[in-house]
């Protein structure tokens, strides 16, 4: 669907047949809020907001300037987590580690997806927790998720709060250079700044959480990123400095960029 037709769907609460069936007949109220969403959009502000919805996986989320708006790349990151867990036989519940929530949309999706999955969601800001909590009450899967508010990186200093190691480790972290922020598109900057921020080089949160991961996954555990555009051979070197990973591999996205880091955790871990 194009711009007009998904805010007239949400205004008028139809499927977009609907609105070519017949003559369109809206409200004075409903030609209002046409008319304020239009004039919002024309201020820059994106579609997803102002919509206040977005689709991840078939699966509808709530959002707001709160949170990262969930982009169809990261729907890879999620499938490649699927693939990848339903390969594990043991009969136990599956352990995940949901690095940079935001909305919710890969811990929620992989409740949905996994029944076995039990997840910890962590995120810096309290208002995306808010946000991805209500999200996954909607789709009836907040009790296999745990939410904690704290900066990943502290968190990863620390003991793995949740006792057993865990069999996925999973993010999105934010992956701009610091001094790109200003010149991204005019909606992305609507977004929230510490979901985007990556740092001097863009590689900040890539460098924590392969140096202290290893602690919180199981042998053979499986740590799944997605990454910008050409940060591939940076961070491939990161985890070759690393010796506590094997079987580094990248996956292209529909465009053919390297998209999602995978690599697993070696069996034995010494002097760690
Ligand atoms: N997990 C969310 C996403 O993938 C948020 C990521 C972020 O804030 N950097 O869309």
Redesign the pocket.
Known sequence: MNETELILTSILNCPRVDLYARELDLSMEQKDRYDRMLQRRANGEPLQYILGQCDFMGIQLDVDAR??I??PE?ELLVELAIRELKTLRFGRPLRIL?L????G??AIALAQFIDRARITSVDISSE?IEVARRNAAVHDVEHRIHFIREDMVHLLQHDNPDGPPYDLIIS???YIKTSHLASLPRDVQRE?VI??DGGEDGLYFYRQIIEKGPRFLERRGLLLM?IGDGQGPAIEEIFHKNKYYSNVRFEKDYTNIDRIVAAYRKDVLWGI
């Open positions: 949170v990262l969930p982009r990261t949901d940079g929530t935001g909305s949309n890969v995306a999105n972290p934010p929230p979901a985007l997605e």
